[in-house]
């Protein structure tokens, strides 16, 4: 359907899978999947956090390509870094870590925002496709609770779709979204809040932009021209 959109033709395989077997045809469909994600991420800033699923299967077809033959970005000439925007895990704080989202209240109610570079302190460190995925971003001691880029992708993007195609939550997931191990601490009111909402779609959001971050560094070819400003003109210039 992406490529489509973007009329790019793909050879189809069985069961209607997506067959890349040349350097152009895996960067032609890198191309609309671009596109696709940026789309996707403006839809999500204008607060239709639904687009975060449809974000993170674009996001597991980079690691594990359309055809399942493996990930679509060590199918170009040179494999990309990608950018790591999290700061490190500090066991001796002794808190829940959430490295991709930050707590962000809205009218009263608790959630998460996408950190997407907003604290200076945080670094933006280059970092293999690999290092990336399999970074732990989340974790909850007490909860005994440890997840990486790749589990919150696969979950985002496996849960939220049809009841009849999608599988069981794993036990991870489970822990992220119904036991609720990410807590908040008040200690003005002495009391600890439940999890914040949504930290997967968060943090799924912010994914994508480390991912287009980088790739927009690396492979400007690939995205949408930007439209050059011309200035108005007063009548008498005319």
């Not at 789309?39 to 597991?60: N, P």
């Not at 690691?63 to 490190?88: H, I, Q, R, T, V």
């Not at 399999?134 to 007490?142: G, N, P």
């Not at 949504?198 to 560094?217: G, K």
Request: net charge neutral; glycine share 6%.
């Amino acid at each position: 359907v992406i490529a489509c959109r973007l009329g790019i033709k793909l050879r189809p395989m069985k069961k209607q899978n997506i067959e890349l077997r040349t350097k152009e045809e895996a960067e032609a469909y890198l191309k609309a999947l671009i596109h696709f994600m940026l789309e996707s991420t403006l839809a999500y800033d204008m607060g239709f956090e639904g687009e975060a699923q449809r974000l993170a299967v674009v996001i597991r077809v980079l690691f594990e390509g359309p055809d399942g033959s493996g990930p679509l970005l060590k199918k170009l000439d040179k494999e990309p870094f990608l950018y790591d925007n999290s700061p490190e895990y500090n066991p001796a704080m002794n808190l829940p870590y959430s490295a991709l989202a930050l707590f962000a209240p809205i009218k009263g109610q608790e959630a998460y925002s996408p950190r997407m570079g907003r604290n200076p302190g945080v670094p933006i460190k280059k970092t293999t496709c690999d290092e990336w995925w399999d970074k732990v971003v989340v974790i909850d001691e007490s909860k005994s609770l440890k997840l990486t880029r790749k589990q919150i992708i696969e979950a985002v993007a496996n849960t939220y779709g049809d009841a009849s195609v999608r599988p069981k939550l794993n036990q991870e997931f489970n822990k992220l979204i119904l036991d609720k191990p990410v807590g908040w601490v008040n200690e003005k009111k002495g009391v600890k809040r439940s999890t914040l909402q949504h930290i997967e779609f968060a943090s799924t959001r912010h994914m994508a932009w480390e991912v287009l971050l980088a790739l927009e560094e690396q492979m400007v070819h690939l995205f949408p021209p930007i439209p050059e400003y011309k200035p108005p003109q007063r009548e008498n210039e005319q």
